[in-house]
């Protein structure tokens, strides 16, 4: 029988793993480390089977979490399990034992099921709670490699995750303003997009699906083979996960290859998957309550180090919140040298009762990320500053959903206009190299940018830049070359530069051509001029005048002519591209979408189409390597293969 105490014990636990569950599914928040939920669980479990006490909505037999959301609910034809798990390679193998698996990589995103019937897809449903899950059809169109048409004409049903890439998430991250400042990482960035209510926001961010198993396929014979079906999925357009097959013999080196892989692995893992290959084999070992048997999820052992905390910084952002870092005594984990872990928010570093001249333990999440594990010490001892760092403006703490932040209150805040020169250095825009967006805030702070064109007067103080961290006499001297460089530029650059609402660097170009590349018929465009350019509407007229009817702003830019040279040079557009034909796959880094390429390679007299044929010229991918239908296609085809930054050279950008 259970205890009192045991029974007090067991219900903190629940009750705080579902907060955590809760504070993920639902408010996209992280409440705690993976870490410390992982500690927890494994204690629970460890409690329930010694005291036999278990309560019904214990997360030890309970799979997911019930979303409360606006989009419709779906029941799975089959539960959603999760993994049952382990960090033992011993454990791992002897799990295989004499048999053939597949191991893959354990992504971390949000688990998809779609349904496709006579070659579309007709439903896509995130796993929920197990036994159903929300329907995101339409956000799923909007997925970048997902097929919305196959070639198999029966019904099929596929399992996979849909993840959003590091690289993605930074460009992603850098650019969301404050209704998205809530992200903290590539999975919760993923699940808040799918479950967006309108598609179009979905369709802002670069989301990707791996399939994993191919739950079924009507009429399809499987050979009795994972690997056959994930090669069948990958023939039919899909993008499988990445996986080897092992045995006994093979195993050790396989897991020693991908731990290899993982610091340049661009896509959130959280671990490996381990399923046999022989289909008929898995399905006759039945599941438990909560997981199936024929796989199991290996997670890495994260190596942890013992250091002593010596400083908390609260590091600024554009949106004027403040999050806590930890700066520690550098130590040595999984090959480099961590001296800072960022804390994430109030609830964690309250948790976690951090005090300067604590002994705490670090690691590496998934080997990748630093991250405090343990306070040793515990004395509990840091002040929240009530003044901002950067600007000494009020600070005031705020609950969103049970998440505490500290915000700067100051709307002058010089942190909340550091995105302002970090567009401006852009390569898109002026291309300054070598100086980042925590560069450009040391900058502002020390009070040497204040408007933009003092960016072209930085040498004045290059005695006091020279002895500032990050900054020396080579880094300085290299930004002061490219500072130099990016005076002569074009009409284009220089209006994307600006930062006026709604203007992109397509619209940009199509503004400076419509004006004939002359500046002073960029800056004196009316309403109704603006409005007789394709793709341009009431807003973004308005804001676009507004910006320009300011004498602030005017002052500014005369400013900056004075230290630039600008190339007004013009010539007729409409030929360059005339009779070419395109295909655009993968993501893009200087367009915000894919029309936006599109109008300009149709503003040339080229022409855009879906799929690769005997009839393409070009096909447009960032990723020439990749496995994708369509990169296939224009190989087998002869098509050429270009990238985005060979397109916008043809474009002349």
């Not at 504070?23 to 705690?32: L, T």
């Not at 909505?57 to 019930?66: T, W, Y």
């Not at 989301?207 to 014979?221: C, I, K, M, Q, T």
């Not at 409409?574 to 655009?584: A, D, E, N, P, Q």
Request: hydrophobic share 35%.
């Amino acid at each position: 029988m259970a205890t009192d105490k045991l029974k007090k014990r067991i219900d903190e636990l629940v009750g705080r793993l579902n907060d955590a569950s809760k504070a993920y599914y639902d408010d996209a928040a992280e409440i705690m480390t993976n870490y410390e939920y992982d500690e927890m669980y494994d204690e629970l479990l460890t409690l329930e089977a010694e005291s036999g006490y278990i309560r019904e909505d214990s997360p030890s037999i309970n799979v997911g979490f019930e979303t409360k959301t606006a989009l419709p609910k779906v029941t799975h034809e089959r539960k959603m399990l999760s993994l049952n798990k382990t960090k033992s390679r011993d454990e791992l193998k002897a799990w295989l034992g004499q048999y053939t698996g597949l191991l893959s990589w354990k992504m971390d995103g949000l688990t998809v099921v779609l349904t496709y019937n006579n070659g579309s897809l007709e439903q896509a449903v995130t796993r929920g709670n197990g036994l159903q899950g929300e329907l995101i059809t339409a956000n799923a169109l909007t997925i970048k490699n997902l097929p919305s048409k196959i070639s198999f004409k029966g019904k099929v049903v596929i399992r996979g995750e849909a993840v959003i890439k590091y690289s993605d998430f930074k460009k992603i991250n850098d650019a969301i303003d404050d209704a998205n400042a809530k992200y903290k990482n590539p999975r919760n960035l993923c699940s808040g997009s799918l479950r967006q209510l309108d598609p179009k926001v979905t369709a802002e961010r670069s989301v990707y699906f791996y399939a994993f198993s191919l739950n079924s396929a009507e009429g399809l014979d499987m050979q009795n083979s994972r690997s056959f079906s994930l090669k069948w999925l990958e023939e039919q357009g899909f993008d499988s996960v990445e996986y080897v097959v092992v045995d006994s013999n093979n195993i050790d080196t396989v897991l020693n290859d991908y731990e290899k892989k993982i610091p340049n692995f661009d896509i959130p893992s959280d671990g490996l998957v381990l399923a046999f290959e022989d289909l008929k084999y898995s399905a006759g070992l039945g599941e438990t309550t909560k997981f199936p048997r024929d796989a199991i999820a290996f997670k890495w052992r994260d190596q942890q180090a013992e250091t002593v905390l010596r400083e908390i910084e609260w590091s600024p952002s554009r949106t004027g919140l403040l999050n806590p870092i930890a700066i520690f005594d550098p130590v040595e984990l999984e090959g480099s040298t961590l001296s800072r872990a960022s804390v994430h928010n109030i609830n964690i570093m309250q948790d976690l009762e951090l005090g300067l001249g604590d002994t705490i333990m670090v690691y590496k999440a998934n080997m990748i990320i630093p991250q405090i594990s343990e306070n040793l010490t515990r004395s509990n001892s840091i002040e929240i500053p009530r003044n901002c760092p950067v600007c000494d403006g009020d600070t005031e703490i705020r609950d969103e959903n049970g998440t505490k932040t500290l915000i700067c209150t100051n709307p002058d805040c010089i942190a909340k206009h550091v995105k302002r020169f970090s567009l401006f250095v852009s390569r898109d825009a002026m291309n300054i190299e070598g100086i980042s967006e925590a560069g450009l805030l040391k900058l502002i702070g020390k009070g040497f940018l204040k408007s933009l064109p003092d960016i072209y007067d930085i040498e004045q103080h290059k005695d006091s830049i020279v002895l500032m961290e990050g900054f020396g006499e080579k880094s300085f001297a290299n930004l002061i070359s490219s500072i130099d460089k990016s005076r002569n530029t074009v009409p284009t650059r220089l209006l994307y530069s600006l930062g006026i609402p709604g203007i992109g660097i397509a619209t940009s170009s199509m503004i400076a051509k419509a004006s004939g590349n002359k500046w002073q018929k960029i800056q004196s465009l009316t309403e109704e001029d603006l409005k007789g350019i394709e793709g341009i509407g009431d807003i973004i007229s308005r804001d676009y005048t507004e910006y320009f009817s300011k004498p602030e702003n005017i002052n500014m830019i005369e400013n900056l002519l004075s230290k630039i040279n600008l190339d007004e040079s013009f010539k007729e557009d409409g030929k360059s591209l005339s009779g070419k034909t395109f295909v655009i796959t993968g993501s893009l880094e200087h367009y915000e979408n894919r029309k936006e390429l599109r109008i300009q390679i149709e503003a040339e007299g080229g022409k855009i189409v879906g799929s690769v044929s005997t009839n393409t010229d070009y096909l447009i991918t960032n990723d020439k390597t990749s496995g994708s239908s369509k990169n296939k296609k224009a190989q087998e085809l002869g098509v050429k293969i270009i990238s985005e930054d060979e397109i916008r050279a043809m474009l002349g950008v």
